[in-house]
């Protein structure tokens, strides 16, 4: 028996001993007691067996008489007058228990025990049963506890200041606020609301052109306006997938043991991405991923997105199956964690072993979804390599239909393509490097996406990839004039620069959501006939349980379930010729599910706030914590599910109310008496996540790809070569390849989510080595130079307007007067320094600009969200 | 700046963390150093009881090394030679018959303790040493094994036992990383072996070089400047500095903030400090020459493969082996090298022979070391692999995988010198007495360390977790002294 095995035998086999009374005990027998066995049980098994014990292991006290007629979990450790019955002496002798673990007592003290039972067990202690009685879980009591209840519908309470709030939610909030005699403190000025804004909804800073416009924006709707414009574009997707993708443990990889590549992960991220910009209903969502593919779709695209969506299911860490009899009960253990804990906020995994210890989930709940999973045959490809498991992909496929109008649309985007080049070549000075950096990845790209295109044309013979191509040809040899620009560009046109900028800004915009679709679209016409990671039904049967958690030891068959305390109403109705995911998929999303609606906006509020309303934002069970507004909590999951399901309209409505709108100032009173701002007095100060971090980065340098990187750039590698992925690339992060145990450099050091296991909360960690990252690493050496060159082409600017452009552009705000002479004393003193190694004036120039670049992107103000 | 000051979140964060009673020490810990308001989370934490070992140098012998062939003495195994192996249970991989090891043992020490010949060096430390041959893990593959040696848990991503140690009770060197490993393997879960897991990444190993590498040119990622002068770089940072305290003068009160600025500080300080703990070049030559580096010590006999890196001769383990010294020296908490690779189903003899000759000499040097340098009785030692070998043969020169029973030694920090705890049946199949599982191993560990494995605990998704998981895991107070 495995080491885990031997402590669940204590923990399984519950039996109750009924206790016989106690005859009269002689002197003789006590007296035996006290000098050979109370001594030898003090000193042996008090430790982990009495009531001195901080949990008694295996329910078993041995320091009153009662505890231990009673025994443990696994009977009674005194028969008097039975040695074979007792187990106490089985376990002496190390037969089914080994006690002492630590070694076996000399001979002659277990005759001694063996004597005394055979004595009658003559013992004069007295003791209390009360604590010793084995747990029962009891789900109807377990439905008293607060997560488990149906969110209930509470009006608005009352304020004092009635001005103040916007929305009910901010009543709600004000009335914690000023029930706990606090203040709520100003609002956010307008330049650190839109920086927030920004962030929050899409991970990027706001240009300058783009802040001075809000800022020129008197009308009452501006706020709202730009919330809608920002929900509405490609980048919040990208920012708001990331974070369903931290909770759903996606990777690239499988990490563990055999590091084997997943190389069809990517469309699973790539169809998160689509499913938060297209705002499906979130109910859908999480349909979708546990049993997309039981769902009715129509052929083609439809049915493809919802193959990819169960790749959800698929992407787990595996161990290694080899000589692990386990192997496919750990894939299951790994499918119920991350479902239960990512929708639910539900420890379920606890059960594998045991009833759950603190909420009321018994082992048989456990093996009633484990029956789900048994039943399902999860498809991850894998191998590589011998002893390596692997398995099966899913194929997907793609239809005529669905060609006929991407090549019409692909068609479109380029005609509109070439528009917007011609307008931006009258309006932009030359081109500069970085233009003609991006021209040139986007002329490789396009190659390789008519490289592949025709090897598909000429094998398919398909009329309307070769429309498909042509298109993309045209593209090609228009990019690769303005790569290699031979006509002499005319001087900029005369006018008003900043209008003339912020055409150039919409415009830019513009091209880069045409190139976005251009280039999606061009992926899925390659991609659509490729194979996905996810699952299938399996053979369908209900599962044993596992006794102890071990596969080879098997317990009573159970139906398959759910959980039953987290369901209101009738119990769920299985057909029994399906896996059950279906079921299980409807279970979570049905209206009346205490959890789901509850988890989601819970996660919504702490991704605006940095903190949930249950800050345990993972585990809505006993051990979590509880709600610190929980009125407001269920009015938010009310709304959700009223407003069907839309994640975007409940971002916008909360980024509206007032509460989200507030500075965040510090103040002195307040924070003596709420010093983390439980009660939301201020807007929580936050870092920037280590995406919105690299991309802030390559987006105020200018280097920044917005273009989707087409299928995965995971490098190729043998399982025993794990690369290190450079974390260069001027695509957003979400695109960078994510391999378990190898993250890039730029997300792993600033409190990426480990992808191996579900992260719901991101630490915030202050490691010296992102300090030498900000002052070594080749990409912020690289970023700080591209900066520099981006201020030193302005062209006839001074260097105190340079100076106040650098901050405009990286901290969205002016200098001080002082902080402006720091700078320019600063590039000076650089400058000075470097004539022993810079040989040219403007080498030296760029350098020392390059220095005072990074200093900003350095600084913690960069990384700081007021 | 205006507006007092108030320390407590960073502490309220911290005793978020460190949980299970802990926290109040680590808060008095905290309150004693009341001139800073920001605590670093790598500052030394006051243990559970008083420690026998301060930190920790674990020679990882990656690819599980013989126990029958180094440290675990089988007289029976040499008499029996041939004969098939008697119930050899459910691992095919013991059946076959037995194959007696190439090489004598001989008693060493006023203990008297039996160490095979391939081990001349270390054996001149027997009585310092605490064999045990009674360890056994669960899975008699690489990967889990070497992931459940390193972080308890080969099922899923757990922190490793060094992230753990950090976590518990931080660095005594705050110019330094807390946590070192040179020379790690890139496979069986590669960094997973030093990750922190769920624990904050500040608590995670730092690697230096990579396996089968030469660890004289392995380079740390962005530990120098290459664009600018350290003056220049210091000019640069007071600008960053500058910018920091800026925005802190604006916020009023952020712990966070503070900590920003103080990590730069450190970072700063790192840039020489880490290269210089590193550098090998101002020991003295008969140092050098007592760790077997630059050619003075000897080389691999004509045959054996040039493995772990350094040509085959002593010079590349002599070089971790120092380092480790250098690390511990310089308060480095938790330090792990690696040697590799010991996977010997053919070859035993060449390759476990040029393996011995590679790492015998620095390691005895290592222990002479610390120990003329005061540094051994609060350094715990440990050697071994993630499992042993069958006394079966495979083939007639080889010998396959053994979870069952393999042995391991310790040294120095609180474990009794010159004892054999447990052992293995007659021919080193199997543990039979006192068998220790790893998790046992690593609630040892923590105990030297002074900290208590059942109360090192952290709040993860739900639950406490410990490093040494549910099942009941046991100090082994047989091998404390």
Same mark, same amino acid.
Request: aromatic share 6%; proline share 5%; charged share 20%.
């Given at each position: 028996m495995s080491h885990r095995a031997l402590f669940y035998a204590f923990c399984v086999c519950v039996v109750f001993a009924s206790l016989s009374a106690a005859a009269e005990p002689d002197p003789k027998g006590i007296e035996f007691f006290e000098k050979n066995i109370r001594p030898v049980l003090a000193k042996n098994c008090f430790k982990c067996h009495s009531a001195e014990a901080k949990s008694p292991k295996g329910g078993l006290l041995l320091d009153t008489l009662a505890g231990m007629r009673q025994g443990g979990e696994s009977g009674p450790a005194v028969v008097p007058g039975s040695v074979e019955d007792s187990l106490l002496i089985s376990a002496l002798r190390h037969n089914d228990f080994k006690m002492p673990p630590s070694g076996k007592l000399p001979d002659n003290v277990i005759a001694d025990f063996v004597k005394w039972i055979e004595m009658g067990a003559p013992d004069p202690r007295g003791g209390d049963l009360a604590d010793v009685q084995p747990r029962k879980v009891d789900i109807a009591k377990g439905r008293e506890f607060w997560s488990f209840q149906p969110p209930q519908q509470v009006p608005a309470p009352q304020v004092i200041d009635k001005s103040w709030p916007r929305d009910d939610i901010d009543r709600f909030v004000l009335a914690k606020v000023e029930a706990q005699g606090l203040k709520p403190v100003r609002d956010a000025d307008r330049v650190a609301l839109i920086r927030r804004v920004y962030f929050d909804l899409i991970g990027l800073p706001p240009s300058p052109a783009e802040v001075d416009a809000f800022l020129s924006d008197n009308s009452p709707k501006a706020l709202e306006s730009l919330i809608d414009r920002l929900l509405d574009s490609p980048q919040f997707g990208e920012r708001w997938g990331r974070h369903w993708l931290d909770v759903a443990r996606f990777a690239e990889s499988n990490g563990n043991a055999d590091n084997t590549p997943f190389p069809?992960?990517?469309?699973?991220?790539?169809?998160?991405?689509?499913?938060?910009?297209?705002?499906?209903?979130?109910?859908?969502?999480?349909?979708?991923?546990?049993?997309?593919?039981?769902? /009715?779709?129509?052929?083609?695209? +439809?049915?493809?997105?919802?193959?990819?969506?169960?790749?959800?299911?698929?992407?787990?860490?595996?161990?290694?199956?080899?000589?692990?009899?386990?192997?496919?009960?750990?894939?299951?253990?790994?499918?119920?964690?991350?479902?239960?804990?990512?929708?639910?906020?539900?420890?379920?995994?606890?059960?594998?072993?045991?009833?759950?210890?603190?909420?009321?989930?018994?082992?048989?709940?456990?093996?009633?979804?484990?029956?789900?999973?048994?039943?399902?045959?999860?498809?991850?490809?894998?191998?590589?390599?011998?002893?390596?498991?692997?398995?099966?992909?899913?194929?997907?496929?793609?239809?005529?239909?669905?060609?006929?109008?991407?090549?019409?649309?692909?068609?479109?985007?380029?005609?509109?393509?070439?528009?917007?080049?011609?307008?931006?070549?009258?309006?932009? /000075?030359?081109?500069?490097?970085?233009?003609?950096?991006?021209?040139?990845?986007?002329?490789?790209?396009?190659?390789?996406?008519?490289?592949?295109?025709?090897?598909?044309?000429?094998?398919?013979?398909?009329?309307?990839?070769?429309?498909?191509?042509?298109?993309?040809?045209?593209?090609?040899?228009?990019?690769?004039?303005?790569?290699?620009?031979?006509?002499?560009? #005319?001087?900029?046109?005369?006018?008003?620069?900043?209008?003339?900028?912020?055409?150039?800004?919409?415009?830019?915009?513009?091209?880069?959501?045409?190139?976005?679709?251009?280039?999606?679209?061009?992926?899925?016409?390659?991609?659509?006939?490729?194979?996905?990671?996810?699952?299938?039904?399996?053979?369908?049967?209900?599962?044993?349980?596992?006794?102890?958690?071990?596969?080879?030891?098997?317990?009573?068959?159970? /139906?398959?379930?759910?959980?039953?305390?987290?369901?209101?109403?009738?119990?769920?109705?299985?057909?029994?010729?399906?896996?059950?995911?279906?079921?299980?998929?409807?279970?979570?999303?049905?209206?009346?599910?205490?959890?789901?609606?509850?988890?989601?906006?819970?996660?919504?509020?702490?991704?605006?706030?940095?903190?949930?309303?249950? +800050?345990?934002?993972?585990?809505?069970?006993?051990?979590?914590?509880?709600?610190?507004?929980?009125?407001?909590?269920?009015?938010?999951?009310?709304?959700?599910?009223?407003?069907?399901? #839309?994640?975007?309209? %409940?971002?916008?409505?909360? %980024?509206?109310?007032?509460?989200?709108?507030?500075?965040?100032?510090?103040?002195?009173?307040?924070?003596?008496?709420?010093?983390?701002?439980?009660?939301?007095?201020?807007?929580?100060?936050?870092?920037?996540?280590?995406?919105?971090?690299?991309?802030?980065?390559?987006?105020?340098? @200018?280097?920044?790809?917005?273009?989707?990187?087409?299928?995965?750039?995971?490098?190729?590698?043998?399982?025993?070569?794990?690369?290190?992925?450079?974390?260069?690339?001027?695509?957003?992060?979400?695109?960078?390849?994510?391999?378990?145990? #190898?993250?890039?450099?730029?997300?792993?050091?600033?409190?990426?989510?480990? /992808? #191996?296991?579900?992260? @719901?909360?991101?630490?915030?960690?202050?490691?010296?080595?992102?300090?030498?990252?900000?002052?070594?690493?080749?990409?912020?050496?690289?970023?700080?130079?591209a900066l520099a060159l981006r201020l030193l082409g302005e062209g006839n600017m001074d260097d105190h307007a340079l100076v106040d452009l650098a901050y405009r552009l990286s901290l969205v705000r002016d200098p001080s007067d002082q902080q402006r002479q720091r700078a320019v004393d600063f590039i000076a003193r650089l400058d000075e320094g470097l004539k022993s190694t810079q040989a040219s004036e403007d080498q030296r120039r760029l350098a020392a600009w390059s220095g005072f670049c990074q200093s900003l992107l350095a600084s913690a103000e960069f990384r700081y969200l007021d | 700046m205006t507006g007092q000051r108030f320390p407590f979140m960073s502490r309220r964060e911290m005793l978020k963390t460190v949980s299970g009673g802990f926290g109040y020490l680590a808060l008095a810990g905290l309150c004693a150093e009341a001139s800073a308001d920001y605590q670093n989370p790598l500052a030394p934490k006051a243990p559970h009881f008083t420690p026998q070992a301060k930190r920790v140098i674990y020679i990882c012998m990656r690819g599980g090394p013989s126990h029958v062939d180094t440290f675990d003495y089988k007289p029976a195994l040499a008499k029996d030679d041939g004969k098939t192996v008697p119930e050899a249970g459910r691992d095919d991989r013991n059946r076959g018959n037995l194959l007696r090891s190439p090489w004598k043992f001989n008693q060493h020490g006023q203990s008297g303790q039996w160490i095979s010949e391939v081990y001349p060096h270390v054996a001149q430390h027997a009585d310092d040493m605490c064999i045990i041959n009674s360890l056994w893990t669960d899975v008699p593959n690489h990967p889990q094994s070497f992931l459940m040696m390193h972080t308890g848990e080969f099922r899923f991503a757990r922190p490793s036992v060094g992230s753990w140690v950090l976590y518990g009770l931080g660095s005594e060197n705050s110019n330094l990383p807390g946590f070192i490993t040179i020379s790690p393997p890139v496979n069986l879960g590669g960094a997973q072996n030093y990750s922190s897991g769920f624990l904050p990444a500040i608590y995670q190993g730092t690697s230096i070089g990579r396996e089968g590498g030469s660890v004289a040119s392995a380079a740390i990622g962005n530990i120098q400047p290459k664009h600018l002068s350290p003056e220049l770089q210091r000019e640069q940072l007071d600008m960053i500095q500058s910018l920091n305290r800026d925005l802190l003068d604006r916020k009023e009160v952020n712990i966070e903030l503070e900590g920003i600025i103080q990590s730069y500080e450190l970072a700063f300080r790192m840039q020489s400090a880490l290269p210089e703990v590193l550098d090998l070049s101002k020991e003295s030559a008969s140092t050098l020459q007592m760790y077997g580096i630059n050619g003075?010590?000897?080389?691999?006999?004509?045959?054996?493969?040039?493995?772990?890196?350094?040509?085959?001769?002593?010079?590349?383990?002599? !070089?971790?082996?120092?380092?480790?010294?250098?690390?511990?020296?310089?308060?480095?908490?938790?330090?792990?090298?690696?040697?590799?690779?010991?996977?010997?189903?053919?070859?035993?003899?060449?390759?476990?022979?040029?393996?011995? =000759?590679?790492?015998?000499?620095?390691?005895?040097?290592?222990?002479?070391?610390?120990?003329?340098?005061?540094?051994?009785?609060?350094? =715990?030692?440990?050697?071994?692999?993630?499992?042993?070998?069958?006394?079966?043969?495979?083939?007639?020169?080889? !010998?396959?995988?053994?979870?069952?029973?393999?042995?391991?030694?310790?040294?120095?920090?609180?474990?009794?010198?010159?004892?054999?705890?447990?052992?293995?049946?007659?021919?080193?199949?199997?543990?039979?007495?006192?068998?220790?599982?790893?998790?046992?191993?690593?609630? $040892?560990?923590?105990?030297? =360390?002074?900290?208590?494995?059942?109360?090192?605990?952290?709040?993860?998704?739900?639950?406490?977790?410990?490093? $040494?998981?549910?099942?009941?895991?046991?100090?082994?107070?047989?091998?404390?002294?």
């Open positions: 069809q992960a990517w469309r699973y991220r790539d169809y998160v991405i689509a499913s938060f910009n297209n705002d499906k209903p979130y109910d859908r969502f999480l349909m979708e991923q546990l049993a997309g593919d039981l769902l /009715p779709a129509d052929d083609g695209a +439809p049915r493809n997105e919802q193959l990819i969506a169960t790749g959800f299911l698929a992407l787990g860490s595996k161990p290694r199956a080899q000589n692990n009899p386990d192997f496919q009960m750990d894939v299951v253990a790994e499918q119920i964690e991350v479902t239960t804990t990512s929708m639910l906020a539900l420890t379920v995994m606890c059960a594998r072993c045991h009833d759950h210890k603190f909420d009321p989930i018994p082992t048989s709940e456990y093996y009633s979804l484990a029956g789900i999973f048994t039943s399902t045959r999860t498809l991850f490809g894998g191998g590589g390599g011998k002893n390596v498991n692997a398995s099966g992909l899913i194929a997907l496929s793609a239809e005529d239909s669905q060609a006929d109008q991407q090549t019409k649309r692909i068609d479109e985007l380029t005609r509109r393509k070439r528009e917007i080049d011609a307008e931006l070549a009258q309006l932009s /000075p030359p081109a500069k490097s970085a233009a003609s950096a991006g021209n040139a990845d986007q002329v490789k790209r396009l190659q390789s996406q008519i490289a592949k295109l025709t090897a598909a044309t000429k094998k398919a013979k398909n009329a309307n990839r070769k429309q498909q191509l042509d298109a993309l040809k045209a593209q090609l040899a228009k990019l690769q004039s303005a790569a290699n620009p031979s006509a002499d560009h #005319s001087k900029p046109i005369e006018g008003d620069a900043k209008a003339i900028e912020s055409n150039v800004a919409l415009l830019r915009s513009e091209l880069a959501k045409v190139d976005s679709e251009l280039s999606s679209l061009g992926r899925t016409a390659m991609a659509s006939q490729g194979q996905a990671m996810g699952v299938a039904e399996g053979t369908p049967g209900d599962c044993q349980i596992c006794i102890a958690g071990e596969s080879q030891n098997r317990g009573d068959r159970v /139906p398959r379930g759910v959980v039953s305390v987290a369901t209101i109403g009738e119990p769920l109705a299985f057909d029994a010729r399906q896996s059950g995911r279906l079921e299980l998929a409807q279970w979570i999303a049905r209206r009346d599910n205490p959890l789901t609606a509850r988890v989601m906006v819970n996660r919504i509020w702490q991704y605006l706030f940095g903190r949930g309303l249950v +800050p345990s934002v993972d585990n809505f069970g006993a051990l979590g914590e509880k709600p610190s507004h929980p009125e407001l909590l269920d009015h938010l999951a009310l709304r959700f599910v009223a407003e069907g399901w #839309s994640v975007k309209q %409940m971002i916008r409505t909360i %980024m509206l109310t007032r509460t989200y709108g507030l500075s965040s100032d510090h103040d002195v009173v307040n924070y003596g008496r709420d010093p983390d701002n439980v009660w939301l007095w201020r807007m929580n100060p936050r870092r920037l996540d280590a995406e919105s971090f690299r991309d802030a980065i390559l987006a105020v340098t @200018g280097e920044l790809d917005l273009n989707p990187p087409g299928p995965s750039r995971l490098p190729q590698y043998s399982k025993n070569q794990v690369p290190i992925v450079s974390d260069a690339g001027k695509q957003r992060s979400v695109y960078l390849p994510i391999i378990r145990n #190898s993250v890039p450099e730029a997300l792993g050091l600033f409190d990426f989510a480990d /992808p #191996s296991i579900v992260v @719901g909360h991101r630490d915030t960690t202050t490691v010296p080595a992102q300090s030498l990252y900000l002052m070594n690493s080749p990409f912020i050496v690289d970023q700080s130079r | 003075s010590g000897p080389r691999a006999a004509a045959g054996g493969k040039k493995e772990g890196g350094g040509g085959g001769g002593t010079d590349n383990f002599g !070089r971790q082996c120092l380092m480790a010294r250098r690390l511990a020296e310089a308060g480095v908490r938790y330090i792990e090298i690696c040697h590799s690779n010991w996977d010997h189903h053919n070859g035993l003899k060449e390759r476990l022979g040029g393996n011995a =000759l590679q790492t015998d000499q620095p390691i005895g040097a290592l222990l002479t070391d610390l120990k003329q340098r005061g540094l051994l009785k609060d350094t =715990l030692v440990m050697w071994g692999g993630e499992f042993g070998r069958t006394p079966a043969g495979q083939g007639t020169n080889g !010998r396959n995988h053994n979870s069952a029973g393999f042995s391991m030694w310790l040294a120095g920090g609180g474990v009794k010198g010159g004892l054999r705890y447990g052992a293995t049946d007659e021919y080193g199949k199997a543990a039979v007495a006192n068998k220790m599982h790893p998790h046992d191993l690593h609630a $040892t560990i923590l105990h030297l =360390l002074g900290l208590d494995h059942e109360q090192l605990s952290y709040y993860y998704g739900g639950r406490e977790y410990k490093l $040494t998981g549910v099942g009941g895991a046991r100090v082994v107070e047989g091998i404390v002294a």
